[in-house]
DNA sequence: CGCGATTTGTGCACGCCTTCACAAGCGCCT
DNA sequence: AGGCGCTTGTGAAGGCGTGCACAAATCGCG
């Protein structure tokens, strides 16, 4: 679905549209609103308000508000925001009517997992092509797609314009895996092994360690347990959820 | 992440030691720090600069300090930290000396997979039970381990003594999923299903979602595509690898 | 047409986090 | 013992993000 800016006064940028300078906060944001808002479509929803939409996405209405007020002003006073309209934006600005193409490194436990993950496909993500340096493995379908080798990424990665990588090895194969994605034109990576790598400035790294946010939350339960073993310890301030991000 | 003041000891330090409060950025960075280290111990290294670890855990020098510096004085100037001690240290701030029990609710394809996932066994926490509403994948084993039925879950939670539960199905039962860990007993969820839970206060819930890790990407490769087909844009921003938390 | 109800967009203040820069402290060498 | 180099720990400054509170804008209705 290709589409341009919508609404926004024509007067000004160029043909390539004036990218708006996102907060990184609002940008790790942006994609629960996004979910949000298909949820509220598919429900049959037009419009939403910002407290609406805010409860849904489990936000502040006031932060969701300053958010989408950053990519432009999308909504209508006293009624809300046109919910379609809406998702096309975010999807606009996050670069999902791409479809991208994403390549995943090291079919292991984690990687089998992430390359039948749904949520992918589902979110305008296809993984187009799978790698691991096991050649017992090579060959091995997965979801329909066929385990590759890792010697043949770079021809693959350019054939197939794959700009993700993401990484499902052990840690100690990470760094040698993201180098040739990097070799190979990949410029985002998403990293699953727990270790720091070390790459070029034109590319991103994000890295999630499922066990780091378990011990994130041992240390919360180590803090509940101090705590009500003190006196005057009652637990009850005022808490919300949500997490990852930072 | 979920907010919650907990004044400190109120005279000094009691039979409970004084837990020491950290910012949540640091907390998040820990674990971090605890890899590099563990590390660092295995090659041998009895002392490390700040310098030295920051490198290894991907941050700022002064950072790692002020972080460091938050849970009490265990470096010696002119020399460093002792690495043994500081890994002891920051394992009984988290709270990793007490081998959690973990159970995994939603054995699904992700689910199969983070039962498998070494990194948590290697870190100190143990799965110690399995559950599905699907009563055909009930008695499956799984890594050594037997899945069972979640109706069950009150009674393995309380037998076990598990306060923190992984929720691992699709987005339309998390809800209900959560509502029975937390009746259990349960008092840190970490939520790889994409949607908003709602908990008590007292409760502490992380959530992972891996399409919106990719989402992010996709947005930064966007502004980079973007910015690549602007006359005056040279890729070559400040451009910083590492992410999650935040 | 005007008014009130409603909701967006935002100026402002506050607090957290990061980063710099440097004094204080420690060990080693002479 | 004394000085020197190295490293920690921290005060201060700046930036970023959050949330409040309100003005501006829009719709519906009499």
């Known amino acids: 679905m290709s589409q341009q800016r919508h609404g926004s006064t024509p007067g000004e940028a160029g043909v390539v549209p004036a990218f708006p300078d996102l907060p990184e906060a609002t940008i ?3 994609p629960e609103y996004l979910r949000a808002l298909h949820h509220l479509a598919e429900a049959g929803a037009e419009t939403v308000s910002s407290e609406g939409l805010a409860a849904a996405a489990g936000v502040n209405s006031a932060k969701l508000r300053k958010d989408l007020s950053h990519l432009g002003s999308y909504g209508t006073r006293g009624v809300g925001y046109d919910v379609a309209l809406l998702v096309d934006q975010i999807e606009y600005i996050l670069g ?3 479809n991208r193409a994403v390549c995943l490194v090291g079919v292991g436990n984690l990687g089998h997992a992430l390359a039948g993950y ?3 496909a589902s979110r305008g993500f296809r993984v187009v092509a799978l790698f691991d340096a096991d050649r017992k493995k090579v060959g091995e379908v ?8 890792i010697d043949d990424l770079p021809r693959i990665a ?3 314009s794959i700009a993700i990588g993401v990484i499902a090895t052990p840690p100690h194969s990470a760094q040698a895996v993201a180098d040739v994605l990097v070799e190979s034109g990949v410029t985002s990576i998403l990293n699953f092994a727990p270790c720091v790598l070390s790459v070029p400035a034109n590319v991103d790294v994000r890295k999630v360690d499922l066990a780091i946010e378990l011990q994130i939350l041992s240390f919360h339960e180590h803090r509940k347990a101090s705590l009500t073993a003190l006196p005057g310890g009652r637990g009850d301030a005022a808490g919300n959820q949500e997490a990852v991000g930072s």
Request: hydrophobic share 45%; glycine share 10%; no cysteine.
């Open 118 to 120: 749904a949520g992918f």
């Open 142 to 149: 997965i979801n329909g797609l066929s385990v590759s080798h």
């Open 28 to 30: 790790a944001r942006l």
């Open 158 to 160: 350019a054939e197939e």
């Open 96 to 98: 999902l009517d791409k």
